[in-house]
């Protein structure tokens, strides 16, 4: 082993141990395995389930037990009672009676070193040195050693007091060279202070409850310990990234950038190439100070994340882009090649979310090709191999976008209440529970707005907007604020002025939107905006035309991938086969079904102006082919939906959503608190 002066500087320091409470009951029950009794006298399972427990317990990837969670884990098998009557007595609490003093107590512990040879043939017993119980009672037998007179008989008094359930004996130590008395013999390891991580669990808990006074208190000493024998600990450019990373979380995207920069600078003069690196990254990462400046695409370079390069898919996703999605599917092959790189060539870490996360950002951008079978397949692969209930973006992101697919699919209360599962909010950041409860917030909206409940949301639902990205223009006509997209700006210009009867006006920002919609491969955009030319065509009399381009893409629509669009696209394909047909018997009857086809469609979304519409013309068209049974079905449904369109449109606030969004604010409450 190399001595102080010839160690590497590259190592990691020394680490300390430090005795606790349930330390003692681990050593005692290793001793009543392996020097108290036979081991045969115990049943083979019971054997196993011990170890199991000792080894939890010595791994201490949890917290600890206490000694009556102890007691029931060992309790917990189903042969525990099969001549173990004895084991379980020995750890009864009286018997820590036997350490009345200093002297009973360090009897004990120098009888665990009986345990490292067998006293029958003086040899290495089983527990060698190399093993994972022989390591932990060699770790706890040194460090009793070290231990002072005051030590022992601190330890003494805390495992009394952890026997029946008082807490004690887990404060963190300081390694004060003056006043700390209760180790006798000090090695090296024992003259400082070491780096913990207590610190930085504070930090990411500041995180997660957007606590930013406590985070950056945080971080700041965790950062400030001794981490090596230098002068200069050399991470602060860590903790600048660390807050940065917090800013950005929070979208507080001024206080990141000033951050980053001075990160930048640092790692820089300390020649840190990770660190540089990463800061680099995460300022890419930044949107724009000037508004028609692109966005930086990243250079495949060693260091470089392969989280980075499929950020990059978000950048080149973007509508101003003016980029073809793909550009975006080649990004993500990218960034899946070089994970394969980061992982197998480069021995970092496997993370398994960041394996599922090229299948996440796959699943937006197949959506947004307008192939939604393809997407649901993505997403029921993120969320059949992720934990339930994690705070992974992956699983929150595929979350959200199924539930506002689900929604867009007429199923409003299905998508909330797949939301409103704890699985999906226990484990949200607060960040992540803003984008939880905005995604609520959307679907009220867009309920409200296709059932035509202005009201409800002016005054129940617009005053409790959660304070997220919303374009007004999304979900209703005659907003001045435009969604700044060279696609989606002009089929609402489209829409709006088709209200009036003045489409005709907007039929070459109309041809761009479709230019620019098939350029990028956004085909669902592309569909939509095919319906409505032929429906534009039908005022200018192109009536074989315009049943011409919407009999092309029905094929793509009638498959109910979009329910809106397929009723939207069944109605004027009707209307196109009436105007084609001159109106003729036969073209009557060959509207029908599609008529039928959106009449359900339109109900099932609820959206009763266009329902109402429909089953208008359905009924004359009924009337003309003197079917007046049907006619007079349909006119009552009409009336029908009519009286629910204004009965709808007065009410202010429904008991469901109320309380919906109540249980959203005890949720945020409760994520604060934590």
Same mark, same amino acid.
């Given at each position: 082993?190399?001595?102080?002066?010839?160690?590497?500087?590259?190592?990691?320091?020394?680490?300390?141990?430090?005795?606790?409470?349930? !330390?003692?009951?681990?050593?005692?029950?290793?001793?009543?395995?392996?020097?108290?009794?036979?081991?045969?006298?115990? !049943?083979?399972?019971?054997?196993?389930?011990?170890?199991?427990?000792?080894?939890?317990?010595?791994?201490?990837?949890?917290?600890?037990?206490?000694?009556?969670?102890?007691?029931?884990?060992?309790?917990?098998?189903?042969?525990?009672?099969?001549?173990?009557?004895?084991?379980?007595?020995?750890?009864?609490?009286?018997?820590?009676?036997?350490?009345?003093?200093?002297?009973?107590?360090?009897?004990?512990?120098?009888?665990?070193?009986?345990?490292?040879?067998?006293?029958?043939?003086?040899?290495?017993?089983?527990?060698?040195?190399?093993?994972?119980?022989?390591?932990?009672?060699?770790?706890?037998?040194?460090?009793?050693?070290?231990?002072?007179?005051?030590?022992?008989?601190?330890?003494?008094?805390?495992?009394?007091?952890?026997?029946?359930?008082?807490?004690?004996?887990?404060?963190?130590?300081?390694?004060?060279?003056?006043?700390?008395?209760?180790?006798?013999?000090? $090695?090296?390891?024992?003259? !400082?202070?070491?780096?913990? #991580?207590?610190?930085?669990?504070?930090?990411?808990?500041?995180?997660?409850?957007?606590?930013?006074?406590?985070?950056?208190?945080?971080?700041?000493?965790?950062?400030?310990?001794?981490?090596?024998?230098?002068?200069?600990?050399? $991470?602060?450019?860590?903790?600048?990234?660390?807050?940065?990373?917090?800013?950005?979380?929070?979208?507080?995207?001024?206080?990141?950038?000033?951050?980053?920069?001075?990160?930048?600078?640092?790692?820089?003069?300390?020649?840190?190439?990770?660190?540089?690196? !990463?800061?680099?990254?995460?300022?890419?990462?930044?949107?724009?100070?000037?508004?028609?400046?692109?966005?930086?695409?990243?250079?495949?370079?060693?260091?470089?994340?392969?989280?980075?390069?499929?950020?990059?898919?978000?950048?080149?996703?973007?509508?101003?882009?003016?980029?073809?999605?793909?550009?975006?599917?080649?990004?993500?092959?990218?960034?899946?090649?070089?994970?394969?790189?980061?992982?197998?060539?480069?021995?970092?870490?496997?993370?398994?979310?960041?394996?599922?996360?090229?299948?996440?950002?796959?699943?937006?951008?197949?959506?947004?090709?307008?192939?939604?079978?393809?997407?649901?397949?993505?997403?029921?692969?993120?969320?059949?191999?992720?934990?339930?209930?994690?705070?992974?973006?992956?699983?929150?992101?595929?979350?959200?976008?199924?539930?506002?697919?689900?929604?867009?699919?007429?199923?409003?209360?299905?998508?909330?209440?797949?939301?409103?599962?704890?699985?999906?909010?226990?484990?949200?950041?607060?960040?992540?529970?803003?984008?939880?409860?905005?995604?609520?917030?959307?679907?009220?909206?867009?309920?409200?707005?296709?059932?035509?409940?202005?009201?409800?949301?002016?005054?129940?639902?617009?005053?409790?907007?959660?304070?997220?990205?919303?374009?007004?223009?999304?979900?209703?006509?005659?907003?001045?604020?435009?969604?700044?997209?060279?696609?989606?700006?002009?089929?609402?210009?489209?829409?709006?002025?088709?209200?009036?009867?003045?489409?005709?006006?907007?039929?070459?920002?109309?041809?761009?939107?479709?230019?620019?919609?098939?350029?990028?491969?956004?085909?669902?955009?592309?569909? $939509?905006?095919?319906?409505?030319?032929?429906?534009?065509?039908?005022?200018?009399?192109?009536?074989?035309?315009?049943?011409?381009?919407?009999?092309?893409?029905?094929?793509?629509?009638?498959?109910?991938?979009?329910?809106?669009?397929?009723?939207?696209?069944?109605?004027?394909?009707?209307?196109?086969?009436?105007?084609?047909?001159?109106?003729?018997?036969?073209?009557?009857?060959?509207?029908? #079904?599609?008529?039928?086809?959106?009449?359900?469609?339109?109900? $099932?979304?609820?959206?009763?102006?266009?329902?109402?519409?429909?089953?208008?013309?359905?009924?004359?068209?009924?009337?003309?082919?003197?079917?007046?049974?049907?006619?007079?079905?349909?006119?009552?449904?009409?009336?029908?939906?009519?009286?629910?369109?204004?009965?709808?449109?007065?009410?202010?606030?429904?008991?469901?959503?109320?309380?919906?969004?109540?249980?959203?604010?005890?949720?945020?409450?409760?994520?604060?608190?934590?």
């Amino acid at each position: 082993m190399a001595t102080y002066e010839s160690r590497n500087m590259d190592e990691p320091p020394p680490t300390t141990h430090t005795l606790r409470p349930h !330390h003692v009951s681990l050593l005692m029950i290793i001793m009543i395995l392996y020097r108290q009794y036979e081991r045969p006298k115990f !049943h083979p399972e019971f054997l196993l389930h011990v170890v199991r427990v000792l080894m939890v317990e010595i791994a201490e990837v949890s917290q600890p037990k206490s000694y009556e969670e102890l007691v029931t884990a060992l309790a917990a098998s189903p042969h525990s009672k099969d001549g173990s009557q004895g084991f379980f007595e020995s750890l009864n609490p009286v018997y820590a009676a036997n350490f009345a003093s200093v002297d009973h107590l360090t009897n004990f512990f120098h009888g665990i070193s009986y345990l490292f040879v067998d006293t029958k043939t003086g040899e290495e017993s089983d527990l060698h040195r190399r093993s994972f119980l022989g390591y932990f009672c060699r770790r706890c037998f040194v460090t009793f050693v070290k231990l002072s007179f005051a030590g022992v008989a601190q330890l003494r008094d805390d495992y009394h007091a952890w026997l029946f359930g008082h807490p004690g004996g887990y404060e963190k130590q300081q390694n004060d060279l003056i006043t700390f008395d209760k180790i006798l013999l000090k $090695t090296h390891a024992d003259d !400082h202070q070491w780096a913990e #991580p207590e610190a930085y669990a504070i930090f990411e808990r500041g995180v997660a409850i957007a606590d930013s006074n406590i985070a950056s208190e945080a971080i700041r000493r965790f950062f400030e310990q001794h981490f090596h024998e230098g002068s200069d600990s050399g $991470t602060r450019q860590h903790a600048l990234l660390n807050l940065a990373r917090m800013h950005y979380l929070r979208h507080e995207y001024a206080a990141s950038r000033q951050y980053l920069t001075e990160a930048i600078e640092i790692a820089r003069i300390a020649n840190d190439h990770w660190g540089l690196q !990463h800061s680099l990254s995460l300022m890419h990462r930044l949107p724009p100070i000037q508004k028609d400046q692109k966005p930086i695409i990243n250079e495949i370079q060693a260091g470089l994340h392969p989280l980075e390069v499929l950020f990059d898919v978000e950048k080149l996703i973007r509508v101003s882009s003016n980029q073809p999605l793909s550009a975006s599917f080649e990004k993500i092959i990218q960034a899946t090649g070089l994970y394969d790189l980061w992982i197998g060539m480069q021995n970092h870490v496997f993370e398994e979310s960041e394996l599922l996360a090229p299948h996440a950002v796959q699943s937006i951008v197949w959506r947004a090709a307008g192939c939604e079978r393809l997407a649901a397949i993505e997403e029921d692969y993120v969320t059949a191999f992720s934990d339930i209930g994690s705070d992974d973006n992956n699983v929150i992101t595929v979350t959200l976008n199924r539930a506002y697919r689900r929604a867009r699919q007429g199923e409003y209360e299905d998508a909330i209440s797949m939301l409103l599962e704890p699985d999906v909010w226990c484990g949200l950041a607060i960040h992540d529970y803003a984008r939880w409860a905005s995604q609520i917030w959307h679907i009220l909206v867009l309920r409200a707005s296709r059932r035509g409940q202005e009201r409800q949301y002016n005054d129940f639902l617009k005053p409790r907007f959660p304070g997220s990205t919303f374009s007004p223009r999304e979900y209703f006509y005659n907003v001045s604020t435009p969604m700044s997209s060279i696609i989606r700006d002009p089929l609402y210009e489209v829409l709006q002025m088709r209200r009036v009867d003045q489409a005709v006006t907007s039929v070459e920002p109309l041809l761009k939107a479709l230019w620019y919609s098939e350029f990028q491969c956004r085909y669902g955009s592309y569909r $939509t905006g095919i319906i409505l030319l032929a429906d534009v065509g039908l005022e200018f009399g192109m009536t074989k035309r315009s049943q011409r381009i919407v009999e092309e893409i029905m094929p793509q629509v009638i498959n109910g991938d979009d329910l809106e669009q397929r009723a939207l696209a069944c109605f004027v394909f009707a209307r196109c086969i009436l105007a084609a047909g001159e109106q003729s018997r036969d073209s009557m009857t060959s509207a029908l #079904p599609y008529l039928s086809i959106a009449e359900r469609d339109y109900a $099932t979304l609820q959206m009763f102006r266009s329902l109402a519409d429909v089953q208008y013309l359905k009924a004359v068209l009924y009337h003309n082919l003197h079917k007046f049974g049907e006619r007079d079905e349909t006119a009552a449904r009409q009336l029908k939906t009519e009286e629910d369109m204004d009965a709808t449109s007065i009410i202010v606030m429904e008991e469901w959503i109320a309380q919906v969004w109540e249980l959203v604010c005890d949720v945020g409450a409760a994520l604060a608190a934590r």
